[in-house]
């Protein structure tokens, strides 16, 4: 069974930065895509930002495009999420997905497994 483990979540002040880590398991992690998704209370989970197996394409969310970055280290299995300017808007649980699909995706259903997901909290 595979197993993604995020860690990185945390309270931190508007205008601050965190490094969300997601490290896969079980898997053939250079052969996937891998997504970042954050569900906040109330809400469905939403897109944040994807990247592809090599690392050479990426994909973010309008509302985080020029804060986040995506990044993955396919010899340590482990895809980052860098936050930098946060706004309390971004509070949410942060969760890494895995797409064993030929295209990168962008929604919820394109992935195959979660992790459990890791608290981000922006004070304002």
């Known amino acids: 069974q595979v197993q993604l483990v995020e860690s990185g979540g945390g309270l931190v002040q508007a205008g601050g930065s965190l490094r969300l880590s997601c490290a896969a398991s079980r898997l053939t992690f250079s052969n996937y895509a891998m997504g970042w998704f954050r569900q906040a209370p109330g809400k469905e989970r939403e897109f944040v930002a994807a990247i592809n197996w090599s690392g050479t394409i990426t994909y973010y969310a309008d509302s985080v495009k020029g804060r986040f970055t995506i990044s993955r280290v396919n010899g340590k299995n482990t895809v980052y999420l860098q936050m930098n300017s946060l706004k309390p808007e971004d509070t949410a649980v942060y969760y890494c997905?895995?797409?064993?699909?030929?295209?990168?995706?962008?929604?919820?259903?394109?992935?195959?497994?979660w992790g459990q997901g890791t608290q981000v909290t922006v004070s304002s």
């Open positions: 997905g895995v797409d064993f699909g030929t295209q990168v995706g962008v929604g919820a259903d394109d992935y195959d497994f």
